[in-house]
């Protein structure tokens, strides 16, 4: 059996370490929470510019405008959003895991990558991988420019024609339990499903090309912020359950040295009075 | 004067919906200027002051460009900023313009991006008309 002091030690310790994760927990909750309001704030906008482009889209010509061009696929972009830091259970293995995964399935020499987060530019520049772009260290001050600088790099990328199309790899926020990796196609855009759409008698001004041409960067520039705000959100979600588990783990474990601590200071009492008392027997 | 629902909306943020009897927005080609049962449309903003007028009072914000979509049921403007004349920092946009005006007379005019320069020159000049109304 462990002596005393070692058990006294490491119950001492675990609960230092418990108290740690406590405040990461709680950390974790307030910017999830402001993550949240964001995304909420965010929505609307989103949502009315995807409408009015789905509305024009199928009235512009694709020659028109480097950004909706299809083009014959040999090069691939990948953008991968993961987070600065790590303690946030699987969060980022799984969308690494996922994004490795489908750039070896296209051949990593054919694939130009964006890195966004510490973690991914770490994990990629390790296997050498050819990254073009990394944007690290902005999280904790993450503003709408950061997602307008990105958006800016990316497509100007795809129309030098570098790349024939760019996927997105990142973390969807569901509820607090559930993230899903989520994988999509960025450039070129797609049409919206053209049967539900209603016609309507509407003024463009200037033209419908010149409209679509300073709303489709404006769009991308919207889905990189959407990205970025997701991916944030899940990352908090993660790190707080994550968190909340080494708490309880945490727990346990003190409860089991609690246990094996009284039984070492039972013995040795017990083993005292064993001496004592043969010590006595002794002297009769 | 006959009213309107009018919603601005940014990535970070909604204002709260207003009731209006005028918009004024800075079109790509001059200002134009919205009011009630105006014909649906949509309208690209340039960089530029919006004015809007209810009942009781005329209010100023500065944008940095987006669109305007008419509906029957009433303007939604949607841009990448929007401020309120009581919310510019001034002396955050003189020193903008400062750097700006900088950049332009500076001697390295091969690597200047003639582009980003005016619409930072403009924006910076936006912010501080809009921001003395």
């Known amino acids: ?284 | 004067m006959s009213t309107f629902n009018l919603d601005i909306v940014t990535p970070t943020r909604n204002l709260d919906e207003m009731v209006v009897s005028y918009v004024r927005c800075p079109g790509l080609d001059g200002s134009f200027g919205i009011m009630a049962n105006h014909q649906e449309g949509i309208f690209s903003l340039d960089i530029g002051e919006i004015m809007i007028k209810t009942n009781s009072e005329t209010k100023y914000y500065s944008t940095s460009g987006g669109f305007a979509e008419i509906a029957n049921d009433g303007v939604c403007i949607l841009v990448e900023t929007v401020e309120s004349a009581s919310a510019i920092d001034i002396s955050r946009a003189e020193a903008a313009l400062q750097r700006a005006r900088d950049r332009k007379s500076s001697s390295d005019k091969e690597n200047l991006d003639q582009l980003r320069l005016a619409s930072a020159l403009s924006r910076a000049l936006i912010r501080l008309r809009v921001a003395k109304k």
Not at chain 1, 182 to 210: A, C, F, N, V, W
Not at chain 1, 248 to 272: G, H, V, Y
């Open chain 1, 1 to 284: 059996m462990a002596n005393l002091k070692d058990i006294r030690d490491r119950i001492k310790s675990v609960r230092s370490i418990q108290k740690v994760t406590k405040a990461m927990k709680m950390v974790a909750a307030a910017k999830m929470r402001k993550a949240q309001g964001r995304m909420e704030q965010a929505r609307p906008y989103t949502h009315r510019l995807t409408e009015v482009i789905h509305h024009l889209l199928p009235d512009v010509d694709r020659e028109l405008l480097p950004l909706l061009d299809i083009r014959e696929i040999q090069r691939v972009g990948y953008i991968v959003v993961a987070s600065d830091r790590g303690l946030a259970g699987s969060f980022n293995t799984n969308v690494l895991k996922k994004a490795q995964q489908e750039i070896d399935e296209i051949g990593k020499q054919n694939v130009d990558l964006f890195c966004i987060g510490k973690k991914t530019r770490d994990h990629f520049k390790r296997r050498d991988y050819n990254i073009i772009q990394s944007h690290i260290e902005f999280w904790n001050d993450l503003d709408f420019p950061h997602a307008m600088k990105m958006g800016e790099g990316i497509i100007s990328h795809f129309i030098n024609g570098e790349v024939d199309e760019i996927h997105v790899v990142y973390n969807e926020f569901v509820n607090v339990a559930t993230q899903s990796i989520q994988s999509e196609r960025l450039l070129p855009l797609e049409y919206g499903d053209e049967d539900t759409m209603t016609h309507i008698d509407r003024l463009y001004e200037p033209s419908k090309e010149k409209l679509v041409r300073s709303l489709i960067p404006r769009h991308l520039n919207i889905q990189m912020w959407k990205y970025l705000l997701e991916s944030y959100a899940s990352e908090q979600a993660a790190r707080m359950v994550a968190m909340e588990n080494a708490t309880d783990n945490a727990e346990d474990m003190i409860k089991d040295l609690s246990l094996e601590f009284n039984k070492a200071r039972q013995a040795s009492i017990t083993k005292e009075m064993l001496e004592i008392v043969s010590g006595a027997e002794a002297l009769k």
